[in-house]
């Protein structure tokens, strides 16, 4: 429309645009040249390169295992099992009972209770939390 | 064009190591440049704009579709950060403008308040002096400017090359040249 100002940012984005599809549409021949003017050579041009690209993989890195350690820190204040809050007493009686009808499981207690390797806490816990997953007791450690 | 944002899909995405895995030594320097470009306006080192584009494909916050050139991906994914940290020094600038202009408010009405008009017209002035700045960069190169101008009414390179006569490879001398001009005038990311 006459006398209507031009819109720069349109104008600017176009221009972007085309600079943007010029750099992508450029032989590796004429990057590589242009990088080797840029950095001194090819070689250094390559090892900024790398550089950037093993920075971005460290930060990755660096959130993965800070995510994983959130998660564990996570599950070890808020059991997963309730029957895990139950007193240590109450595990081991929970065991016991399932020891009477299962073989193998007493075998291993009383293994365990001869060779004075004495169960912690997180042992019991473990084998609650198999007893669980296998359906034989609920999340409050009752038999079903 | 960059082409329109990929479709993601959960199901048939490409990992982002896989994507970051086909980019070669050029691809990486390609991208570097493009940075370059984007960078304008923003707070941002196109360098540090190439990281936080790889960092966000390799945390999968970014999903690559098979068949989407990986570069072009990732470019995309670059242009899109730009664009935010543009808007979010937009935002920064009309709250700061509202702030200073708060008892000079007028009364509410269809006309937009004072701060924002002020953010808009600062913005096309922003967007002119770039392009001003760049014509100037060419000022003694003919040809590099009448690709500037096709550029600037959204041309392609086939039509700027039809309007000007130019076969490819006379084309592609000048648009090498505004390279290398540009990267020597701009090591850190085009500025205004």
Redesign the interface.
């Known amino acids: 429309m006459k006398g209507e ?1 031009p ?3 349109e ?2 984005s ?11 549409s ?1 032989s ?1 021949e ?3 040249a ?2 080797a ?2 950095y001194g050579d090819a070689q250094k ?2 090892k900024h ?1 790398d550089e ?2 093993s ?3 460290a ?2 890195g660096r ?1 993965k295992l800070a995510a994983a350690r959130s998660e564990m820190k996570t599950a070890k204040q808020s059991p997963r099992l309730p029957a895990l809050r139950l007193s240590l007493d109450r595990k081991k009686h929970i065991l016991q009972s399932f020891a009477q009808r299962d073989e193998n499981l007493r075998k291993s207690l009383t293994m365990a209770a001869r060779n004075e390797k004495q169960l912690t806490e997180a042992d019991y816990d473990a084998v609650l939390e198999a007893l669980y997953t296998l359906g034989a007791i609920d999340e409050d450690g009752n038999p079903r | 064009m960059l082409g329109p944002s990929p479709v993601e899909s959960a199901t048939s995405t490409v990992a982002g190591a896989d994507v970051i895995s086909c980019l070669s030594t050029a691809d990486v320097l390609r991208l570097l440049k493009v940075g370059r470009v984007f960078a304008l306006g923003t707070r941002l080192d196109p360098d540090d704009l190439f990281q936080e584009a790889l960092t966000r494909v390799l945390d999968e916050r970014r999903r690559c579709p098979p068949g989407v050139d990986p570069v072009v991906f990732v470019a995309n994914a670059m242009r899109s950060i730009a664009d935010a940290d543009r808007k979010a020094i937009q935002r920064e600038q009309a709250a700061l403008a509202e702030a200073e202009l708060t008892e000079e408010r007028p009364a509410s009405g269809k006309t937009p308040p004072p701060e924002v008009i002020l953010t808009d017209a600062e913005r096309q002035a922003a967007c002119k002096k770039a392009v001003d700045d760049l014509f100037g960069l060419f000022a003694d190169d003919e040809e590099a400017q009448t690709l500037l101008l096709g550029d600037l009414y959204g041309h392609s390179a086939d039509e700027i090359r039809q309007m000007n006569d130019m076969d490819e490879t006379e084309y592609a001398t000048v648009r090498r040249r505004m390279r290398r001009k540009m990267n020597r005038a701009y090591p850190k990311g085009w500025t205004t």
């Open positions: 100002s819109n720069y940012e104008q600017l176009h221009v972007i645009d085309a600079l943007v599809n010029d750099i992508l450029t590796d004429d990057v590589l242009e990088a003017e840029e041009a390559a390169v950037l690209i920075r971005a993989r930060v990755i959130r």
